[in-house]
């Protein structure tokens, strides 16, 4: 089965740094995108950032431009999302999720994966 399954989230200070995790199974992990998106309490799912297959390609929503990088380790079937000068408004639920998008400027739309993980909580407190 395909599956992708973050880890890294926790409770963290505003200012402090999170390192999520994915590790991808089922697939050849290397042929496909990979994006994290996340979804705080009562909002909609909304995108954070983005990598291709080669991970020479990146993208970033404007809230996390600067603060959020987004790795791929393709030896090792695993995406990263290092969080820093983290803020209150980050708090959310964090999903990884896997794709073949035709074109890469499709990665910021939930529609372009067809993985996804069961998400990881990151808090951040003020």
């Known amino acids: 089965e395909v599956q992708v399954v973050e880890s890294g989230g926790g409770l963290v200070q505003a200012g402090g740094s999170l390192r999520l995790s994915c590790a991808a199974s089922g697939f050849r992990f290397d042929d496909y995108a990979m994006g994290w998106f996340r979804q705080a309490p009562g909002k909609e799912r909304e995108f954070v950032a983005s990598?291709?297959?080669?991970?020479?390609?990146?993208n970033y929503a404007d809230s996390v431009q600067g603060r959020f990088l987004i790795s791929r380790d393709n030896a090792k079937n695993t995406a990263y999302l290092q969080m820093n000068s983290l803020k209150v408004e980050d708090t959310a639920v964090y999903y990884c999720?896997?794709?073949?998008?035709?074109?890469?400027?499709?990665?910021?739309?939930?529609?372009?994966?067809?993985?996804w993980g069961q998400g990881t909580q990151v808090t951040v407190s003020s």
């Open positions: 990598i291709t297959w080669s991970g020479r390609s990146t």
């Open positions: 999720a896997s794709g073949a998008p035709t074109m890469a400027s499709q990665l910021s739309y939930p529609w372009a994966y067809d993985a």
